[in-house]
């Protein structure tokens, strides 16, 4: 799994592992941490749940995970451990009192379920603790650098495409013209793929200058062949929604409504895909981490195998969105 170099020279046999979840919830987390309990429970290691993200890290808020169930966690969305956004885990100060509260309690190794942010804290926390670490990417933006794909995105895309089915019909009915807002802070990875399964007009993502002129040209025409609704979907990081709506609707003549998806995509029963990832990604975290990795490392998926990398190439790394695939979105769309 890891290089003989990547490793400890002494691995110590773990005993007590920790688990945390900082970031935005994704589906699929407590899969991820049902699964961690179910192989050290085999194993007779204890699991110590932190609550609240690395605040709970920061205040001795543990949790011993000892009624919960695999079965229960696989299905549930959210995250049992509860989490919160922590923008002073980076100071000094901060960062020590949760190295020695987690020496204190005996943690010996730390799983960081999260995304971007959540693997920072993890970086500065091994730079002052030497606690070895492994992360697993969950987020609904599908943004990590180092994995194709991160757990909650396949269900958020299920739950974005259910509601525009159904926004579809109004728009059918009423001969509309849809902008649809999905998630994703700065990035249109969601908004790309929920395009091109909707079978949506359009996309607006922040990573490409928008062709506004182009798109309010394709809807005229089309609408003038008898094509009278469509879906365009826009990406949360692209800032300025409304004035595209606006301006479609000023060129096109046509009514445009508005429809932000928001934090419904976040929630729900995990799809069959969140959660196997979760499984797999989580069943090697686990293995990685008993092998008492020298630098944090990061779980994720290359060419469809799971695989680990750096943490640290991770965060500094950017997840360049897939052109071929926005490509083939406008050879579907009949707007281009
Ligand atoms: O990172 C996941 C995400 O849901 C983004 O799509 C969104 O911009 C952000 O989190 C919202 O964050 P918060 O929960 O802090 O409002």
Known sequence: MLDKKEIAHTIIIMKKLGIVTP???????????????????????????????????????????KGLSYEWLMGVSGTILHSERMSSFKEKKVLKKAARNLDNIGIEGLIVIGGDGSFRGALDLHRVSGIPIVGIPTTIDNDIYGTEETIGFDTACNTALEAINKIKDTAVSFERIFVVEVMGRDRGFLALEVCIASGAEAVIIPEIEPPLEEIAKGLKKARAKGEMNAIIIVAEGVSNRRKIAQFLEDKTGATVRESILGYIQRGGSPTRRSRMLAVEFANLAYEVLKESPTRPKMVGLQNGETTTMDLEKTVEGYKEIDLDKYKLHRSLSNIY
């Open 23 to 65: 970031g935005g919830d994704a589906p699929g987390i407590n899969a991820a941490i049902g699964t961690i309990l179910c192989l050290s429970r085999n194993e007779k290691k204890e699991i110590i749940g932190i609550n609240d993200g690395y605040k709970g890290l920061v205040k001795s808020d543990f949790t011993d995970m």
